[in-house]
């Protein structure tokens, strides 16, 4: 799947299941704005990854929502809101 020529592809690692925490990592670096945004909001990504996102132009407020964020940078995210 990380490998399939369509971007479409690649992002619906996201929806499934049975991708694993290692795929979804490597999507998150995907050259596929579209890839990636899709990967910040996968609650299988590592915190670190999702941390990088908030340097990231497009991605912090979707790593914002992911679940797996830990409530510090939850918080953070409100603030770019605000």
Do not use: K, W, Y
């Not at 909001?41 to 590592?46: A, F, I, V, W, Y």
């Amino acid at each position: 799947m990380a490998d399939d020529p369509s971007p479409t592809a690649r992002e619906l690692a996201a929806c499934d299941p049975e991708a694993s925490a290692e795929l979804i990592e490597a999507l998150s670096h995907d050259r596929d704005f579209g890839v990636r945004a899709a990967m910040a909001q996968d609650p299988r990504l590592s915190v670190d990854r999702l941390i990088e996102f908030f340097g990231t132009r497009g991605l912090a407020l979707r790593a914002g929502g992911n679940p797996n964020l830990p409530e510090e940078a939850m918080r953070a995210t409100l603030d770019l809101l605000a």
